[in-house]
């Protein structure tokens, strides 16, 4: 038998008991005799019996599998809350099966239909760009699929989420830009339709507000790709009255603004200050360095993880959606330090 998988029949067989009987003395039952338990455990330790996993998965109506479904891998910020979640994962026995929607809405439901066919055991999941509607999304709930959601959440589910605070970093951000003496500092903001960029927004607002600046729409403009700061910064910066300073809603577009800027000849962050959001590992080794928020996104993951593993514990009547904030830190480089 050495030379083939060892099934429990294979050791009911040698030793003349039933399959039943060697399950159940491989579970240490109470009903089976200590010296029976022995020997089905010796014998099973001696051919390397390893229980069948796909088997127990069915019988369990478990696979001890976990999904994840995140905009874009490329971003530092995503593979810190991967690396967060995994390690939950890990500590509790799941395995993580990871997809993409490269901000694409029908990219995520095909991801979708991918969880539900894999039988995971639940969902970690940030929206796409595109995503407005949440009805392919409600297949995973009728599939009896549990759903965390982190860092973008819908606005029509009512799940476990976990984010961070937004509104409050983008305040902090703008009031450091006014602070440093800049006045009229225009938001690349990311798509109407997000939260996060509904709740950076708002913190924009409120920093205006609160040190007496009037708040110019003029000075708002959907742009949250490096590629789209690459086109649409320049002729941000040749408007008659242009602006000081630029808080973009991440990095990458932060990035993209400071190459235009350069390339026109101007100085940062003397003649205009630049700040992002995300805080990605390029931020720190730029010239100049990058203004940013931390995200934490190694804690978002792992709270998201254990907000998951807690709804398996959880009866559907009992449950009782959370949200969990974790709070953004500012953190101040040369890009905006005059």
Known sequence: MRGTQITIKDIARELGVSPST????LKDHPDISLATRLKVKQLAEEYGYKPNAIALSLLQSKTNIIG???PEIVHFFFSSVISGIEEVAHKNGYQVMICQSNESVEREKENV???IKGRVDGVLISISKQTQSSEHLQLLDKAGIPMVFF???PNDINSHQVIIDDEEGAF????????QGYKRIMHLAGPDNLVISQRRLAGYKRALKQNGLNYNPELIQVCDQYDDAIRMVPKLLQRPTRPDAIFAVNDLTAVGAIKVIREMGLKIPQDIGVAGFTNEKIS???TPSLTSVEQHGFSMGEEAAKLLM?????NIEDYVPETKIIPSTLIIRESTKK
């Open 22 to 25: 060697v399950s159940r003395a």
């Open 68 to 70: 994840v479904i995140i």
């Open 113 to 115: 239909q991918t969880m």
């Open 151 to 153: 860092d973008r959440s």
């Open 172 to 179: 902090s951000v703008v009031n450091h830009l006014i602070q």
């Open 284 to 286: 720190s080794i730029l």
């Open 310 to 314: 807690k709804r398996f514990e959880t």
